[in-house]
Nanobody, 126 residues
Framework: EVQLVESGGGLLQAGGSVRLSCVAS????????IAWFRQVAGKEREGIGCMRNRDGSIFYRPSVEGRFTISRDIAKNTVYLQMDNLNAEDTARYYCAAPDKEALAGSCRYPDFSSWGQGTQVTVST
């Protein structure tokens, strides 16, 4: 069973930084992509970036590129989301996700992600 556990959120100041972690288990970490999503209350969840563990490629939503950085620690089965220069619009619940079909393991298409963590809340105060 795939398990994804996010951590690292909290109450932060505008202009600050935070690093979120996603620990994955129950899947072949070196083959499965891990994506980050966020959801503002009352709005749809949006994909913000993806680590394709198969080859180390990283993709970002254009609106966050340059402020957000995704990285990984293969030995720890962990993908990180470093968020810099935070602003109020970054306030959301952040989730990591993985595809749940072997055939889609290397995908970074957001609709292909269907295994989710519980999320971690990031609140940015101004």
């Amino acid at each position: 069973e795939v398990q994804l556990v996010e951590s690292g959120g909290g109450l932060l100041q505008a202009g600050g930084s935070v690093r979120l972690s996603c620990v994955a288990s129950g899947l072949a970490f070196d083959r499965y992509s891990i994506a980050w999503f966020r959801q503002v209350a009352g709005k749809e969840r949006e994909g913000i970036g993806c680590m394709r563990n198969r080859d180390g490629s990283i993709f970002y939503r254009p609106s966050v590129e340059g402020r957000f950085t995704i990285s990984r620690d293969i030995a720890k089965n962990t993908v990180y989301l470093q968020m810099d220069n935070l602003n109020a619009e970054d306030t959301a619940r952040y989730y990591c996700a993985a595809p749940d079909k072997e055939a889609l393991a290397g995908s970074c298409r957001y609709p292909d992600f269907s295994s989710w963590g519980q999320g971690t809340q990031v609140t940015v105060s101004t």
